[in-house]
Every structure is written in structure tokens, then in C-alpha cells.
């Protein structure tokens, strides 16, 4: 069983540009979320998917929007992007224990913005 | 999510028992107390997670304070491999995002 992938590993883009980052969630797993990550932080809550509708969202501006397709993977796009969005990426696949929920992680898109 | 406190580092031996304390004083009756971890240049893994009893798995152990407003993540016998980020979180609602903070970075010298 595949457990979360995320392409491409890293990326380098100009300020101003556009990018798209895309995530295959653990076979079986409806419900994906994204994470950023600067260094030395813990992961920031960008928003989670669920039935190709954004469910929840962190504090992040609408430069930052997502999508979900019918087989449950996802993507993440960062428009206009600044310098400050040079970050790691992250994916996770959620599945629900009892009342709480288990997260699943890809090994991240590191992003540098220059 | 309920706001979690953890010391920002801490250090220990290799093959020694490590406790990595977390303090969460406003938790609810519903909160789940996850730990997870991050290795260098890796996702974060979960470990273990409770509600009011202690749990144990093959990775480490979960105490949890009977008034439920701290926890202590046990691992029995640290390793080189478990030098990491460390996070301790309180979630309750199943399908819903989990909230992570700074987190206790842990370092095992041999």
C-alpha cells in the first residue's frame, strides 16, 4: 500500500509566479489536508479537503486555494507568490478513529521562492 | 483546539528512558491527546494517542494525569533514530484538521 505521495519533491520559483502542488492521499482515505512549514516551525493548517469541497481553512489568503478530484487526491495553488511562501509543503491523508482523527504524511515539496 | 504546553528542547542518552512532558490545562472532556513526530527532512509520523486511560504501542507509551491536564509521551529506550521534533496535540472531532505548535525537539547522544 502506497502511503502519501507529494510531487514534485522540490520547486523553485520567481516572486509573482504561480504553483501547483499535488498530493495522492493513502489508498482508501477521503479527506486530505495541507500544511506549511518554515523552517525551524511546526506545520501551519491551510485548509482540508473532504467530497472535493474545502471543509476547513487555517489563516491564509485566498492567493492560497486547493482542489480535490473524485479519486481523492488534491492540489494545492499559491498564486502571486512572495518570498515569505518559501516553505515545505505538506500533505496528509486523514482518516477518522473514534472521535478524533489519525493524519498520514507525505514527505513534503520543499519551495523556494526567489 | 485546546492550547498545549511542551519545554522547546530536551535532551537525552542513547538506550536511556526519555519522558517528554505535555502540559494541557483548558482540555475538554472530548479531546483526544495526540503526540506525533518529525524526523529531519521527513513528514510528520504519528506515535500514539488517548483519551483518559495510558496507552502503549511498539513505538512508546502514553501516560495520561488522572485530572487529564498534562500527559508524558515514554519512550523506554531511546535510539539515535528517535532524535526529533516531538508534538503534542489535543483534537475532538473526528475528520477535522489537527493543530500543530512548536513542538519539543529532542536530541539522543550516544
Known amino acids: 500500500d502506497a502511503g502519501v505521495t507529494q510531487s514534485p519533491t522540490h520547486l523553485i520559483k520567481t516572486r509573482g509566479q504561480q504553483v501547483t502542488l499535488r498530493c495522492s492521499p493513502k489508498?482508501?482515505?477521503?479527506?486530505v489536508s495541507w500544511y506549511q512549514q518554515a523552517l525551524g516551525q511546526g506545520p501551519q493548517f491551510i485548509f482540508q479537503y473532504y467530497e472535493e469541497e474545502e471543509r476547513q481553512r487555517g489563516n491564509f489568503p485566498d492567493r492560497f486555494s486547493g482542489h480535490q478530484f473524485p479519486n481523492y487526491s488534491s492540489e494545492l495553488n499559491v498564486n502571486a507568490l512572495l518570498l515569505g511562501d518559501s516553505a515545505l509543503y505538506l500533505c496528509?491523508?486523514?482518516?477518522?478513529?473514534?472521535?478524533?482523527?489519525?493524519?498520514?504524511f507525505g514527505q513534503g515539496t520543499r519551495l523556494t521562492v526567489v | 483546539d485546546a492550547k498545549t504546553t511542551q519545554p522547546n528542547s530536551m535532551e537525552s542518552n542513547e538506550e536511556e528512558p526519555v519522558h517528554l512532558p505535555c502540559n494541557h490545562s483548558t482540555i475538554s472532556g472530548t479531546d483526544y491527546i495526540h503526540w506525533y513526530r518529525q524526523l529531519p527532512s521527513q513528514g510528520p509520523e504519528y506515535v500514539i494517542h488517548g483519551l483518559t486511560s495510558n496507552v502503549n504501542n511498539r513505538m512508546a507509551s502514553l501516560a495520561i494525569a488522572e485530572d487529564r491536564k498534562s500527559s508524558t509521551l515514554i519512550l523506554h529506550r531511546a535510539t539515535l533514530r528517535d532524535a526529533a521534533v516531538y508534538y503534542c496535540?489535543?483534537?475532538?472531532?473526528?475528520?477535522?484538521?489537527?493543530?500543530f505548535g512548536k513542538g519539543t525537539t529532542l536530541s539522543v547522544s550516544s
Open positions: 489508498s482508501g482515505h477521503d479527506t
Open positions: 496535540i489535543l483534537h475532538n472531532q473526528a475528520g477535522t484538521a489537527l493543530i
Open positions: 496528509a491523508s486523514i482518516i477518522r478513529d473514534r472521535g478524533s482523527s489519525e493524519a498520514f
